[in-house]
């Protein structure tokens, strides 16, 4: 199976499935030095881990990750960064009863088809949990970018189902399962949920993530623009059917007086590129939409076929997040990390020695909002 690393200089591989003893991700490329602890990269797998509220499967899962190596005495040492998340709380045995048929909406028939066969207990390699390791590998990428350049990562739930949440305050994000950044309408999200779980039904979610003080200059003006590896991490993000960068889909009904980010000595008056000019960064927020499709294991029962190509009845029994998006906020952060990193290193190799004449303006004008 190919396809299971990301990025160029700094390169993440994960392995395991779902049900399997462990999960976890080899990195490759971050440099050495860089002060390392297992506590570093707890404090986002803490914030994706499953069981945190009521909204949310039930699997228990501590997702302590372990450093096996490329840490020596607290430092990275440049060698490859192997880390491991031991699954503890798998019950296979909900998934007996799917081995000879195929889930609407899931991976299982085009999985069985290209390899032949497939492990179902909850979506084997092609598990949603395996985003876990990721938001551990890209922890250390926020670490590193962050005392280089100052650059932070942040997102939020913008909508739910039908439901649409103004942004309010970034400091309410945390404050709630939602990742919401407004504390006002989590008792309208809680009942719609309750709701929805007691239809046995599920839905989806729009989530924003940004990233600020991203230096000038990452990505390539042309097949390996900044956007574009941007758009290809979060399409690898487990249920993600679109992305926006900037204005995104918008840009359609503008026209080019209003789409076009006038620029002045004092800052950026608008940020509708979303943070990149010609897939080369800005220096203004990276700002980044992603959406994500209704969980597709519900309990009410769905017309599909057997092995045989017999017409059935599926219903999914297990543990399963009702609403995926409620969780994708810290993997969205992460995915979005990953690629600022992998492109910081990539024009740190080339452009390192580059000075140009004219000082960078802000990344916005004072009082201008562009969030």
């Not at 440099?31 to 803490?46: K, M, T, V």
């Not at 959406?291 to 519900?298: D, E, H, Q, R, Y």
Request: with cysteine.
């Amino acid at each position: 199976m190919s396809g299971n690393t990301l990025g160029l200089l700094f390169t993440v591989t994960t392995f395991g499935e779902s049900h399997g003893p462990a999960i976890g991700a080899v990195v490759d490329g971050c440099p050495p030095g860089l002060y390392l602890s297992e506590a570093d990269l707890q404090i986002d797998l803490d914030r994706r881990k499953p069981g945190t509220s009521r909204h949310v499967t039930q699997r228990k899962e501590e997702d302590r990750v372990e450093i096996l190596s490329g840490v020596f005495e607290g430092k990275t040492t440049g060698a490859p960064i192997a880390l491991l998340i031991r699954n503890t709380d798998q019950r296979s045995q909900d998934y007996g009863d799917i081995l000879q048929t195929f889930r609407p909406g899931h991976a299982d028939y085009a999985y069985h088809h290209k390899y032949g066969f497939r492990d179902p207990r909850g979506g084997g390699r092609s598990s949603a949990r395996l985003t876990a390791p990721v938001v551990a590998a890209a922890a250390i990428a926020k670490k590193w970018l962050y005392e280089q350049f100052g650059t932070e990562f942040y997102g939020y739930m913008s909508q739910l189902g039908e439901i649409e949440i103004p942004f309010k305050d970034h400091t309410q994000i945390d404050q709630n399962p939602f990742f919401s950044a407004n504390a006002d309408i989590i008792p309208q999200l809680e009942t719609y949920m309750d709701e929805l779980r007691k239809a046995g039904d599920s839905c989806g979610a729009r989530i924003e993530v940004r990233a600020r003080k991203v230096p000038i200059g990452l990505g390539e003006p042309l097949f390996d623009k900044l956007d574009a590896a941007i758009a290809h991490a979060m399409m690898g993000i487990n249920a993600v059917k679109g992305v926006e960068i900037g204005a995104g889909f918008k840009s359609v009904s503008q026209r080019g007086s209003e789409h076009g980010d006038e620029m002045h000595p004092d800052g950026f008056a608008s940020n509708n590129a979303g943070g990149t000019l010609g897939g080369i960064s800005s220096g203004q927020d990276l700002r980044v939409s992603i959406a994500i499709k209704p969980t597709s294991s519900i309990m009410s029962a769905k017309q599909s076929i057997d092995l045989d190509g017999k017409a059935i009845s599926v219903q999914t029994k297990g543990r399963h997040d009702p609403c995926v998006g409620i969780r994708a906020t810290p993997i969205a952060e992460a995915m979005l990390a990953l690629v600022v990193m992998d492109h910081a290193l990539r024009h740190r190799a080339q452009c390192a020695d580059v000075t140009v004449a004219v000082n960078p303006i802000p990344a916005s004008r004072p009082g201008s909002k562009l969030d």
